[in-house]
């Protein structure tokens, strides 16, 4: 088998990441982290209560201190969280460590995905079109900066997601498809 590095989800909440994730892990039979699933656990707390009482800013120190924890790690896969990309730091573990996928989404499906959802905090006020479109904005192009390759989510299932996943990085570490 090929020796493949990290493989890291990146993404909008809903462009399915945790899923993709777990799906893309087992088909190649390597481990799975998901960044939200080991704050949560290290935490004994959700994220919800996590932004509650620690805010925002202190959820981004624990999330910048898991990523650099799960990216040291070798041959994984990791799901991280929308916000993942908001820091610098952040971006540079990422990209340094492993093959980065984005997973591109549309507000549209984002809305629909996270319709019932109440564990995602920065979904729970306002207008929740015009935040997810806020944070499009702000974030798309610190994605596309980040990413080896873009993969779209939107108009099929996870498992025809995962089969691109698999073709397209395999293509990045053997071009030319040979089995040495
Ligand atoms: N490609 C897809 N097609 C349809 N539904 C999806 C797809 N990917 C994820 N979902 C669904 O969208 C919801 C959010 O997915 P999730 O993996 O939690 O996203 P993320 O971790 O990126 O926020 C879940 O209910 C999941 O089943
Ligand atoms: O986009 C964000 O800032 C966030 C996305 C969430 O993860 P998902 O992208 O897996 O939903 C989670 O990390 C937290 O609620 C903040
Ligand atoms: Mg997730």
Known sequence: MLDLP???LIGPMGAG??????LLAAELSREFLDSDHEI?????A?????????GEAGFRDRETQMIDELTRLEGVVIATG???VLREENRRALRERGTVIYLFTTVEQQLRRTA???????LQRGDREEVLREM??????????TADVIVRTDRRGP????????RRVTRLVDPLQCKA
Request: include cysteine; aromatic fraction near 8%.
């Open 6 to 8: 990290n493989l890291i």
């Open 17 to 22: 990441k945790s899923t993709i994730g777990r």
């Open 40 to 44: 949560q656990a290290r935490c004994g």
């Open 46 to 54: 959700d994220i919800p209560w996590i932004f509650d009482v620690e």
């Open 82 to 84: 929308g916000g993942a």
């Open 116 to 122: 019932k959802d109440r564990n995602r905090p920065l």
């Open 136 to 145: 499009f904005a702000l974030r798309d192009p610190l994605y596309r900066a």
């Open 159 to 166: 498992r025809a997601v995962v089969n691109e996943i698999v």
